[in-house]
């Protein structure tokens, strides 16, 4: 199954025809069986499904960060199937952003040199301006001298996605943002991640297994055995539950 | 990045503790070696130059020209130089040596002339007036100070002049004056005389060393320099050299360093296996460092840091580590360089040692300690380049690293040891040190190569004795290979240390048996003592009436002179001593060498070799004797008789035979001596006189054996001399291999203290490392002790095995290189110091339980819920 969002021509990321084979012969596990899917620009997706459904996959694939057996992928204009390990760094540093969610800051660096840190590592030098605007809308202003262990993990993991956000990345993956988080810190943090959307245009596509966190996104899309199963739009957690329920049935 | 290796640094600073103390021992061993070489030589140079430092120039003799006659320095040549236009004054440096008596004691002092021209004294007047006239002489300050010599005192004064006529005359002191530190004055005694009571002391003809010229104010200096050695070369010196003082300091002071460069070459080697060590220490603490940050180095990765910018990263951070190190290496060379010249300095011989810093041994400790820390660091770097992004989202990985090793290094390890081996034992084979050096050195480089190989293999073995004993025991067995490259890089640096100290032990320990086996076949017995009258001498030490060092032809000396049984019974008397024999002449063969005998029963207890006691008509004779037989007659006989020869390796040449052998000779009459005779053939015979030979009693140490010799001379009333013998040999000989042995041991203890910093630094970092494994043993219900226990025997089992294998392979190169180097003056006999061996692996297991206390005590301490929490 083939879904596209028509509405919008331009397209943060999008791929074709996308595999991703584990092991050969009998024994080879299709944990992508040929997905197309786009993401618009200026959008919030969450991708869901079951354990083994191939939703973190199919991120990894689309971020670079595992490479394909088959298809293409295109973030903003290029085809990163093609790109070697320096070109595939380059794009990461400067179109891509990440929130995981083990937060995974540098426990050496203070929270101010985590955020910097993609932007010093591409030899940039940062807006100072976006810089504060960034760490007032996340409410880090009294945070950034603290050491990544004198942050709480809501703190920590604002951090996270104040260093996601700084490059104006073409997109954000966010990998169970919240996983880490109580109910209540991870309702911040979506809030944050849809109001960058909102208000700064940034793209988010994020994977996830709690159906409150999605329904924070624009859509969801519903993966099962390495395929697209389907999509909500305006998602609400008890329509997204339905859909899963009706995935494993 | 560099922010970001700072921040590592900063915040894992103690755990580059280690490290860091590990580069800066190996650093300060480099830098020191090379502030020893510049510090003796700036002491020298100091010292040289306190003799020529109030010449305008000096002038000499160029003595790296060949000259086909002897040339001397002297008056005629003086007057020379002397008459050069421009010369003001001209003064020889010259000494020559002389006897104070005190009163007190009895000194020996070096005499040189009172220079008469104030500038070129080398010492100068403290107090009292110049020596004058044939009587009077000046004394320095602080060696009057030592004698207790005062301005007035009188001192007799002892000399012997080149043309042999003695000097001996009383002479007052009449002024002291400042000690010269001029290694012509030495540290002896420094006498001034006049110059015409000088003369006497080196006779008319003397032969200066150098003449020291002071110049006119205003004289060209490069003229006068010309002129001189024209002067001198119009004297019959062919290769004058005149030269300014400094000139000549720096000249002088390059033929005494000679020496000295061989012994900085040698300390260079052992502060290079120490830097080696190091080396090993510091890559396996980085490897440790990039295995537990690879989460954090693949999120870097994952957040856009390029491959070469996490290699820089760590090479930065080694740059960081290196440089600091090294400078406090530098410094503790330094501290310690200080601390070692300040002492010498205090000793009165050496009171114008100097620390020198030379900018090398600055320049080379810092340079050669950061590049070594970087190289270390380049294998771990290039690892850390190598992970892959994706890690960082994975669950972290328990610590394993799997090691494979190279083919090539497999090929290259195997060659180098098999052809290092291969030369090894052909040295060893046809006596040849050098080969077997090269051999021997191949062959380890080969052996460390594998060390991947057998290293984790044996760890693992051994442990498998253990896992009988309980779970714990088990799990650390396993621990101790989990990494089998880190295991084995903690093992190989210890190895390293292991088998240089061992091989050392085992070959000095060869040597020293194998020399003693030769001394012991060399010198029949352990001690000779030979009458008195052989030297012309009577017992007490008064020379024999008449008699210039040989007894006068013809005559027989008295008892006085000779020794008897009365002397045998109070040698054996002597506190040390097992048995006594009294040797007696009892024949002389055609060629006039004297034969002697005792009984058989005697001799067999005072041969080191019993078996050697020649049987009836059998004379025992040295390696020298060929003939298969001797025709002898006994003394004061004309009748001869032929016995077999029984043929002894002693080089020495005295014959024995048994008493009961002696009583069968034709003629034999007892208690014959031989004065110096003439026979048939015209050979030459000495006067012969008994001899007492003496074994000591076994187990004596060289001191001992001394003072047994001694204590004999004294109880026998006997010169010192006139005691000889193997056992004061050999126990010369072992107190100088045991000395060089410890020496040698205390520069290797550098590298094994060294490597074992590294086992305590690898068992900390896994400790870290496997805090969550630590944390879920304890929650599964291990005990603390049982987790420290654990741990310790990780250390253990570590720590033993390399010392073991270390053990096992210097055992191996000792007797091998000591086959190569004495295999061809000595049979090598095998002899293992086993006590010192064991000592070394007690010594490396104690270091290693020590050094898992501390890492055993933090993973101890952490509750199970904390250390499970631990991301």
Not at chain 2, 25 to 30: N, Q, R, Y
Not at chain 2, 293 to 320: F, H, K, P, W, Y
Not at chain 2, 559 to 586: C, I, M, N
Not at chain 2, 743 to 759: D, R
Request: contains cysteine; hydrophobic residues 45%.
């Amino acid at each position: 199954m083939t879904i596209t969002n028509t509405h919008s021509t331009t397209q943060a990321v999008s791929a074709r025809g996308l595999t991703k084979v584990y092991g050969a012969g009998p024994t080879a596990v299709h944990a992508l069986a040929g997905v197309d899917v786009s993401f618009e620009t200026g959008r919030f997706t969450a991708i869901m499904g079951p354990s083994g459904s191939g939703k973190s996959t199919l991120m990894h694939c689309l971020a670079g960060l595992d490479s394909a057996t088959s298809g293409s992928i295109t973030i903003a204009g290029q085809d990163i199937t093609q790109l070697n390990d320096n070109e595939l760094t380059r794009l990461r540093r400067d179109a891509i952003g990440f929130v995981f969610q083990s937060f995974n800051l540098v426990p050496t660096l203070t929270a101010e040199q985590n955020i910097l840190l993609p932007l010093q590592l591409a030899g940039k030098k940062h807006d100072a301006g976006w810089l504060a605007q960034v760490v007032s809308t996340l409410g880090l202003g009294d945070r950034l001298a603290h050491k990544p262990h004198e942050l709480s993990g809501g703190q920590q993991q604002r951090v996270a996605v104040a260093r996601a956000l700084l490059t104006r990345p073409a997109v954000v993956f966010g990998d169970e943002p919240t996983g880490n988080l109580d109910t209540r810190t991870g309702a911040e943090v979506l809030s944050l991640l849809r109001s960058s959307v909102r208000e700064m245009g940034q793209t988010i596509i994020m994977v996830t297994h709690d159906p409150v966190a999605a329904s924070y996104a624009d859509e969801v899309l519903l993966m099962r055995d390495g395929e697209l199963v389907g999509n909500l739009s305006d998602p609400t957690p008890e329509a997204v539950t339905a859909a899963l329920a009706s995935l494993g049935a | 990045m560099l922010k970001l290796a700072l921040a590592n640094i900063r915040t894992y600073s103690r755990r580059l503790i280690a490290v860091t103390l590990a580069v800066m021992i190996g650093t300060a061993f480099l830098s020191a070696t090379l502030m020893v070489n510049s510090s003796a030589t700036a002491s020298l140079e100091r010292s040289i130059g306190e003799a020529y430092q109030h010449a305008d120039l000096v002038a000499g003799i160029d003595t790296d020209q060949p000259t086909t006659d002897v040339e001397v320095l002297g008056v005629k040549q003086l007057e020379a130089v002397a008459a050069v236009p421009g010369v003001a004054a001209v003064e020889p440096q010259t000494t020559s040596g002389a006897r104070i008596a005190t009163g007190t004691g009895d000194y020996n002092a070096v005499v040189h002339p009172y220079a008469a021209d104030a500038q070129l004294r080398t010492t100068t007047l403290v107090s009292g007036t110049a020596p004058t006239g044939g009587s009077q002489v000046t004394v320095d300050e602080k060696h009057a100070e030592q004698y207790g010599l005062n301005t007035g005192d009188t001192v007799g004064v002892t000399g012997s002049a080149p043309d042999g006529s003695a000097l001996d005359y009383t002479a007052t002191i009449t002024g002291i004056t400042t000690s010269s530190n001029s290694p012509f004055l030495g540290s002896n005694l420094q006498v001034a005389v006049s110059g015409d009571r000088y003369a006497f002391f080196v006779g008319s003809a003397p032969d200066y060393q150098s003449l020291m010229i002071r110049l006119d104010d205003g004289a060209d200096a490069a003229a006068v320099t010309t002129a001189a050695a024209d002067a001198l070369k119009a004297h019959g010196i062919s290769h004058p050299s005149v030269m300014t003082a400094q000139e000549r300091t720096v000249t002088e002071l390059a033929s005494f360093t000679g020496g000295q460069d061989q012994f900085t070459v040698i300390l260079l080697v052992f502060a290079l296996i120490a830097l080696v060590v190091t080396g090993l220490v510091v890559m396996n603490t980085f490897a440790v460092l990039v295995a537990q940050r690879t989460r954090e180095l693949a999120l870097l990765r994952t957040l856009g840091a390029m491959r070469a910018q996490l290699r820089r990263s760590v090479l930065v951070e080694a740059l960081v580590i290196g440089v600091v190190s090294s400078a406090l290496g530098v410094l503790l060379a330094i501290g310690v360089m200080a601390g070692l010249v300040g002492y010498v300095s205090t000793l009165p011989e050496a009171s114008f040692a100097v620390l020198a810093v030379s900018p090398i041994s600055v320049i080379a400790g810092l340079a050669v300690g950061t590049i070594m820390t970087l190289i270390a660091a380049w294998a771990p770097a290039r690892r850390a380049m190598s992970v892959a992004p994706l890690a960082a989202l994975r669950p972290a990985d328990d610590a394993s690293v799997h090691n494979r090793i190279g083919k090539l290094r497999l090929v290259f390890g195997v060659l180098l040891a098999l052809g290092g081996g291969a030369l090894l034992a052909f040295g060893a084979v046809s006596h040849n040190l050098l080969v077997g050096f090269f051999g021997g050195l191949l062959s380890f480089i080969g052996i460390l190569m594998l060390a991947s190989l057998f290293l984790p293999g044996t760890v693992r073995a051994v442990g498998r004795l253990f896992s009988g004993s309980g779970v714990p025991a088990k799990l650390a067995s396993l621990n101790a290979v989990r990494n089998p490259g880190r295991t084995t890089a903690t093992a190989t640096a210890l190895l390293i240390g292991v088998t240089l100290v061992s091989m050392m032990m085992v070959g000095a320990q060869t040597t020293k048996q194998s020399f003693g086996a030769e001394l012991g076949r060399n010198y029949l017995v352990d001690f000779t003592v030979d009458s008195p009258a052989a030297f012309g001498e009577t017992f007490g030490g008064a020379p024999l009436p008449g008699s210039s060092g040989e007894a006068g032809s013809g005559t027989t000396a008295p008892d006085s002179a000779q020794l008897g049984d009365s002397q045998a019974k109070t040698a054996s008397t002597v506190d040390g001593v097992s048995a006594v024999a009294l040797l007696t002449p009892v024949a002389q063969d055609q060629k006039g060498d004297v034969l002697y005998a005792a009984d058989a029963d005697v001799l067999a207890k005072v041969l080191n070799d019993p078996a050697l006691v020649p049987a009836d008509g059998e004379v025992l004779a040295g390696q020298s004797e060929e003939a298969k037989q001797l025709k002898v007659h006994a003394l004061e006989s004309t009748d001869s008789s032929t016995l077999k020869v029984k043929r002894s390796q002693s080089d020495f040449s005295m014959a024995i035979m048994t008493t009961a052998t002696a009583k069968q000779l034709a003629g034999y009459a007892p208690g014959g001596s031989v004065a110096e005779t003439t026979t048939e053939d015209g050979s030459y015979s000495m006067a012969a006189y008994p001899v007492l030979w003496i074994k000591a009693a076994p187990g004596l140490d060289s001191g001992q054996l001394q003072d047994l010799g001694r204590s004999l001379a004294s109880e026998l009333r006997v010169p010192d001399y006139q005691v000889t013998g193997g056992a004061m040999e050999k126990a010369l000989f072992t107190q100088v291999i045991d000395t060089l042995l410890l020496v040698v041991s205390g520069l290797l203890a550098v590298a094994v203290f060294i490597a074992l910093i590294g086992v305590a630094n690898t068992l900390s970092l896994s400790v870290l490392e496997r805090t969550r494994e630590s944390a879920l043993l304890r929650a599964l219900g291990l005990t603390r002790g049982q987790l420290r226990g654990m741990l310790a025997l990780e250390a253990v089992l570590i720590a033993g095995v390399a010392a073991l294998l270390g053990i096992v392979l210097g055992t191996t190169y000792g007797v091998l290189g000591a086959q190569s180097a004495v295999g061809s003056f000595a049979t090598v006999t095998l002899s293992l110091p086993w006590g010192q061996l064991l000592l070394v692996l007690g010594v490396s297991v104690l270091a290693a339980l020590a050094a898992s206390i501390v890492p055993a005590r933090r993973a101890a301490r952490l509750s199970p819920v904390e250390g499970l929490a631990t991301e």
